[in-house]
């Protein structure tokens, strides 16, 4: 779709991963995948990084992603000018490892820190949800979905108890990382909590308010004269 200018990409450069695998069957029952071939886009770009390091130089590339910034500004993607390839109406585009956004979104550091990936890991934010449902079920038993959605905020004093519910499980988080962590926090309890009121799709729409990629996508699209730039350039 990006090589053939029907469609913008938003988001943050893919893993890199382009290779054709065929399954062969052992007789002892196991599976051998051997890899045969490339992907090539229809532009003839290859996405599969490559492997010109050591085995351990590749395994730790996302790592180097991090560590020079990748994450969080697009001026830090590596582009490789000798693989150039043009769009359908001449738009510059690169091969040599994943894809690279037309609009690039900066990844949540807070999401992927390891005291939030621990709260979600042992299931501390799930817990203190469904507690919360048990004590305030009937005035949230009240309220339709779409009320909940406009109006419920997780309070301060829940954003406490969860610190403590966190010590209880073996987290020892600093009064900075939960203030870092609070934004975050409060959204996925409010998605636990719609989850068990109302059910997933509840839930989803709670996560999609607050989903970078998704509201640049629809800020984007009402920006026409934004879009015909970026389809436009060379």
């Known amino acids: 779709l990006q090589d053939h200018d029907r469609a913008l990409l938003i988001g943050r450069r893919t893993f890199g991963k382009g290779l054709v695998q065929q399954p062969i069957a052992l007789q002892d029952g196991g599976e051998l995948r051997l890899t045969i071939a490339r992907y090539y886009t229809p532009a ?3 996405i599969q990084k490559p492997y010109g390091h050591d085995a351990a130089a590749y395994q730790r590339e996302l790592t180097e992603r991090q560590r020079r910034g990748e994450y969080a500004s697009a001026d830090s993607v590596p582009v490789a000018k ?7 109406h001449g738009r510059a585009v690169y091969g040599g490892g994943g894809i690279v956004p037309d609009v690039f979104v900066a990844r949540d ?8 990936s621990q709260l979600c890991r042992k ?3 799930r817990a203190y949800a469904q507690a919360y449902c048990q004590r305030h079920h009937p005035e949230l038993a009240s309220l339709r979905a779409e009320q909940f959605m406009a109006t419920f905020q997780v309070p301060d004093a829940e954003l406490e108890d969860v610190g403590r519910l966190a010590r209880l499980a073996g987290l020892l988080p600093s009064s900075a990382v939960l203030r870092r962590c609070a934004p975050l926090v409060r ?7 719609a989850q068990t009121i109302y ?12 989903d970078a990629e998704l509201q640049q ?3 984007s699209v009402k920006d026409g004269p934004a879009l015909l730039a970026l ?4």
């Open 217 to 219: 996508a629809l800020q």
């Open 187 to 193: 959204l996925h309890l409010k998605a636990y909590i």
């Open 231 to 234: 389809l436009h350039q060379s």
């Open 123 to 125: 299931g501390v934010l």
């Open 44 to 46: 003839g770009r290859c």
């Open 109 to 116: 550091s807070v999401l992927h820190s390891d005291f939030f």
């Open 199 to 210: 059910g997933t799709e509840a839930s989803r729409a709670v996560l999609r308010a607050e």
């Open 82 to 88: 000798e693989l150039r390839f043009r769009t359908d």
